[in-house]
């Protein structure tokens, strides 16, 4: 991906979870973590990619005979199975625009920064009224980090404020020049124990635990630490106070608990993908308010949303 | 799976024992028709033939109010009923008795069962169960009915044959103008919807100000004097004396009728043996006594005298959209010395306005089957809150509030609950109307006050300060001034799917095969343009001036008396409000729905036949007549041209043009009073039956699907960029030149969750209303629109499912995160 354009994979408007006020939210496609639980698995890959909706498909088979390369076969279901390594590679798009159905789309799409910008700018009086603006999530926005660059300045420059999610998983150096000019950072951290952040995410949580340290050096005030709960992974109280005294220890004044939830399970066969949080045990509100009461004694704020 | 969403946010119960009971009764009963009111009616029309019209009028409904029976309930603080049963409607055969006679052959609810879908549920599904296990009879598919009360009811609406306001009007218009095959044609090709002459009346707001600070007496006062001071010299004086005493003549029925709720509130008090009870039955019977002829001293007095007085006002018409106007305006001096001299506490005061709620939502009509369907049942009975006074100073206040929160804790269809919005109002307020939005029981709507000030001030020319004051809502989304204003009164719908059909078609309707005004079949945009534009100012000007015909038979029929006084300036000018006595008069509006619809198919004429060349326009309207059968790839194509409601110019400024031409040609033509129409959009459920007589359309809609609903609000599935390009879209729209219209909304209770959530919900409103938008409603998603979206996928395409840094649309789930998102849904409500 040049730094000019960006792949983005939805643009959605009046997001009211994700920062202050009406917010519209930019998600970036590719991540460097593979975390299991994901809920945006369209994320994950730096490519654009075939998604295939059976709530909409009326199996017409019309792919079928319409992909130039042959890529789509009728699965065991009776719906259509594509072969990703060829869909991959493909430009062509003939099967998405003659699905009558609209059960096929390219999710990743190139947006320049102007083009952004322009997206968004009619949505300012809505954030004016709201201390709103967009936030950045996805995916990992600093994957694609010369390109955020330029669009948080040119934001800023525009009157719009610009927040950002991250999963933590980035270089200090590509960002540490900039990341002053985002009004809040959403921080995510998994879990405090390496192995299990290996063996859940893919990476070792080293890195980010350093990048969290840079970062509250300046900016512990813009930090939201983001713990999302997920079940054998970290629901459990020595990870919250890990996490709390890490914190506490950084200066960093907010952590919000994002409850595991499985609504993303269906896109993993759209794209196919296959789904590893099956059978899971349940994340009552008991267990997050438990959690909760943990990180207030800490002093630091704590909500659940 | 985890159950991590909180239980229900807002928590909602009546405020006391007694108002749960009462509410418990009017949820277990079924509907009725109660033939007393007109059988008394018709006896006194009867032996008052030849009596001039007015005075007719006032003897034949003062006769019949001062002889109802009255009834008390176990446990009411708030007494008065408009029939017999705690659910009950009035047959009405002084306005229409041809469908009662229908009904009685069963013939109307068979002819229209093809085209109108009617509610089944609740206590219609009760009185279908005790119809078959009693005495009663069922009757119009909801109510029960007496054998007695039937067979009175028959001989009423045969009597009335040739002599109701329908009968009138039609001989009227029938026989004189020119137009009366159009409109025939009209209703056969489902242009518009079916007469509108059972339930004409409404959608205005009696005086209340007035009558709280002077009593009946005190109007009967002013009646008098104006007669002393008349000297008959000509025809038009006479007629003022006949009106003045008409309008005593009713009076003294409502004085008469109040005191039997008060003798009777004595009576009971005697046997009863609740020594509370007892002594609440010698209040209610002293206050009663007091306000049949005084003006009230205290709150009490004032609710029960407001509501004497607006049922006197609903007994008297075929009454839809009759409201309250804005209550906690004028019923605030009397809350507030009672709360400063310490004889009323605020869970009194919410309590009587809870069973206010009740009393209100107890209130039945009955109409033609179709019209029944058309209006869902709904009497819109609207009391608007907030606004601003005659200094432009924010009038919401404590009892605003208590109004929100019985609203909140008595759940109750009606009456509907409005804000006029304005950005001073207070904070507390918004957040409690908010609080009250995220229940999910749909309202309140959000109206802006400044573009309707600024409507009244192009049309009426009414100074500032009265305007601040008195505008009100009359009816489910038309303002009105309140005291003062001619009711909304309008013919019915015109369907934008069916005068494009004839656009296309060369004015033949496809379905039928009628032809209306013949034009050429259009082979490019423009001169499809200038057909649909020909066909539209016919539709709308034939069916304004058949309107006007119906409205003279009205006057000679119908004039309501009791209402005129209520009305300035009738009294002062000596004029019922069919004579012109109100002091607006510019109120009757013209009603379509289905022009987004329009939008969107003009839009996809310009971009595949004009810009891509990517077809004929003839060939575009074959596709259409074919439903789009053998065409999928013009389908698709067609379904993703840029629609309404995307914040995109292409489109946008076609619906500028048509909505502009559409109120233009509406206010050309004058009403019966004399004064320009008022354009108006909304639908009720009028798009769903004018979806099933119109043929596919170019914007990708199939044969008999449902049209659009609202003014602004996008087609189902068309708005892609999300709720924040859909205001975009609609704030471009001169919002100032109709009166009423509306903005569906719809979110997942998720979006609102919390202070902040509510915060975010007011921020979107301040936003729209800043670009001049009129209208918000939120439908707070609850579990069975989820269920209708698992049905329905392709009506609820923009759904979004809103959970932190997620991005999905419900439609786009799988079944089974459906089900176990639509189970959470549950939770949280």
């Known amino acids: 991906m040049s730094c000019d354009k960006a792949l983005v994979f939805d643009i959605q408007d009046f997001c009211v979870q994700d920062g202050p006020g009406i917010r519209t939210t930019i998600f970036f496609k590719g991540c460097p973590l593979k975390c299991i639980w994901c809920s945006n698995p369209e994320g994950q890959n730096i490519y654009p990619e075939l998604f295939h909706s059976i709530a909409l498909c009326k199996k017409s088979h019309k792919c079928l005979t319409t992909c130039p390369y042959n890529a789509a076969a009728i699965g065991t279901t009776g719906y259509p199975d594509f072969n990703r390594n060829i869909c991959k590679e493909c430009n062509s798009k003939d099967c998405v625009n003659t699905c009558y159905n609209d059960a096929l789309k390219v999710m990743g799409q190139s947006y320049t920064v102007d083009e952004i910008v322009e997206k968004v700018k009619p949505n300012i009086p809505f954030f004016k009224n709201s201390n709103g603006g967009i936030t950045l999530s996805g995916g990992e926005p600093f994957l694609q980090y010369e ?144 959690f909760k009461s943990i990180i207030l004694s800490y002093g630091i704020e704590c909500w659940v949303e | 799976m985890n159950k991590t969403i909180p239980a229900t946010e807002i928590k909602a119960l009546p405020s006391t024992e007694r108002v749960s009971l009462i509410r418990c009764r009017y949820l277990n009963e079924p509907l009725y028709i109660d033939s007393e009111y007109i059988k008394y009616y018709t006896d006194a029309h009867k032996i008052t033939d030849g009596m001039n019209v007015l005075q007719r009028r006032a003897e034949c409904h003062g006769y019949a109010i001062e002889n109802l029976t009255p009834v008390i309930r176990d446990g009411e603080i708030i007494i008065g009923n408009k029939t017999r049963y705690v659910r009950g409607a009035i047959p009405y055969c002084n306005y229409a008795s041809r469908y009662i006679i229908r009904e009685f052959r069963n013939e109307e609810a068979e002819a229209q069962d093809a085209v109108t879908d009617i509610g089944t549920g609740g206590g219609i599904a009760k009185a279908r169960e005790m119809a078959l296990e009693s005495d009663y009879e069922f009757f119009c598919k909801k109510y029960l009915i007496t054998k007695e009360d039937k067979s009175i009811l028959k001989e009423c609406a045969e009597y009335f044959i040739g002599k109701s306001m329908q009968d009138v009007g039609d001989d009227l218009w029938k026989n004189n103008f020119e137009k009366a095959e159009y409109i025939e044609n009209g209703w056969k090709a489902g242009l518009y919807t079916a007469p509108h002459d059972p339930a004409p009346e409404g959608r205005y707001v009696l005086d209340y100000e007035t009558i709280l600070n002077i009593g009946i007496d005190g109007i009967i006062e002013r009646l008098l004097n104006k ?181 909140i804790n008595c759940k109750t269809t009606q009456p509907t609950i409005s804000i006029w919005y304005d950005d001073s109002l207070s904070e507390v307020f918004l957040l409690k109307a908010a609080e009250c939005v995220k229940t999910g029981c749909g309202f309140p709507a959000w109206f802006n006050l400044k573009v309707y000030i600024q409507h009244e001030l192009q049309n009426s020319k009414l100074p500032l300060p009265v305007i601040r004051k008195y505008a009100a809502m009359g009816g489910c989304t038309e303002p009105t001034m309140e005291g003062m204003s001619y009711g909304i009164v309008q013919a019915g719908f015109i369907n934008h799917g069916k005068i494009f059909e004839l656009a296309m078609n060369g004015g033949i309707d496809p379905r039928t095969k009628i032809k209306f005004d013949e034009t050429k079949i259009p082979s490019n945009y423009d001169e499809l343009l200038d057909s649909y534009k020909l066909h539209l100012k016919n539709a709308i000007n034939n069916w304004q001036r058949y309107w006007n015909y119906v409205m003279a038979g009205h006057r000679q029929t119908c004039n309501l008396i009791f209402s005129s006084v209520l009305i300035k300036d009738c009294i002062e000018r000596g004029k019922s409000l069919d004579d012109g006595g109100a002091v607006c008069n510019g109120t009757p509006t013209t009603l379509s729905s289905g022009m987004v619809n329009i939008v969107n198919s003009l839009a996809v004429v310009k971009k595949l036949v004009i810009e891509e060349k990517f077809l004929s326009l003839e060939e575009l309207i074959h596709a259409c007549l074919e439903n789009w059968e053998g065409y999928d790839e013009l389908h698709h194509k067609a379904v993703n041209v840029p629609k309404w409601g995307n914040n995109n110019d292409f489109v946008d400024s076609i619906y500028n043009e048509l909505f502009d031409t559409y109120c233009n040609y509406v206010s050309e033509q004058k009403n019966y009073l004399g004064e320009s129409y008022d354009p108006s959009m909304l639908a009720i459920s009028t798009h769903a039956p004018f979806g099933k007589v119109c043929g596919a359309t170019p914007d990708g809609r199939y044969a008999g699907e449902t049209l659009c609903d609202g003014v602004t609000s996008p087609f189902p599935g068309t708005d892609k960029n999300g709720p924040l390009s859909v205001l975009l879209s609609a704030g471009k729209i001169d919002h100032t030149r109709i009166r009423g219209g509306l903005h569906n909304m719809k979110f997942h209770p998720k979006a609102l969750q919390g202070i902040s959530g509510s915060k975010k919900l007011l921020q979107l409103i301040k936003t729209y209303f800043e670009t001049n938008g009129f209208q918000l409603q939120f439908n707070v998603v609850d579990s069975n629109m989820l269920k209708d979206a698992q049905q329905h996928p392709e009506n609820y395409r923009d759904l979004i499912v809103r959970v932190a840094g997620f991005s999905a649309f419900f439609v786009e789930l799988g079944k089974t995160i459906q089900d176990e998102i639509i189970r959470r849904t549950e939770h949280v409500m």
């Open chain 1, 147 to 290: 390109y955020v660059e330029k669009l948080v300045n040119k934001c800023n420059e525009s009157g719009i404020s610009v927040g950002v999610e991250t999963c933590g998983y980035f270089n200090w150096s590509d960002v540490s020049s900039y990341i002053n000019n985002f009004e809040f950072v959403y921080f995510d951290l998994k879990t405090f124990n390496e192995e299990i952040h290996k063996k859940a995410t893919g990476k070792s949580n080293k890195k980010i635990l350093s990048n969290l340290k840079k970062l509250s050096v300046d900016f512990s005030d813009k930090i939201i630490v983001s713990i999302p709960v997920i079940p054998d992974v970290n629901d459990n109280e020595i990870e919250i106070k890990n996490i709390a005294g890490y914190c506490k220890e950084l200066n960093i004044k907010k952590i919000r608990l994002l409850p595991y939830h499985d609504y993303g399970r269906e896109k993993y066969s759209a794209l196919g993908m296959n789904y590893k949080m099956l059978d899971t045990k349940e994340i009552t509100s008991d267990i997050l308010e438990a």
């Open chain 2, 227 to 407: 007669i002393r001071n008349e000297e008959i010299t000509n025809f038009e004086s006479a007629e003022k004396i006949y009106f003045w005493r008409g309008g005593i003549r009713v009076l003294e029925a409502t004085k008469r009728w109040i005191e039997k709720y008060a003798s009777l509130a004595k009576e009971l008090s005697l046997t009863e043996a609740n020594l509370e009870r007892k002594q609440e039955l010698l209040e209610i019977s002293g206050r009663c006594e007091f306000i049949s002829s005084n003006a009230p001293r205290d709150f009490k007095e004032a609710i029960q005298l407001f509501w004497f007085i607006y049922l006197a006002g609903h007994i008297e018409g075929a009454q839809l959209g009759y409201s309250p106007g804005r209550f906690d305006r004028y019923m605030y001096p009397f809350y507030k010395t009672d709360k400063e001299k310490g004889v009323i506490t605020d869970d009194e005061v919410t309590e009587l306005l809870e069973l206010l709620r009740l009393k209100m939502t107890e209130i039945e009509y009955v109409a033609s089957f179709s019209w029944a369907g058309l209006g869902s049942g709904n009497l819109f009975q609207n009391m608007i809150l907030g606004g601003l006074d005659e200094n432009g100073k924010h009038c919401d206040n404590e009892l605003s509030l208590l109004i929100l929160q019985a609203a």
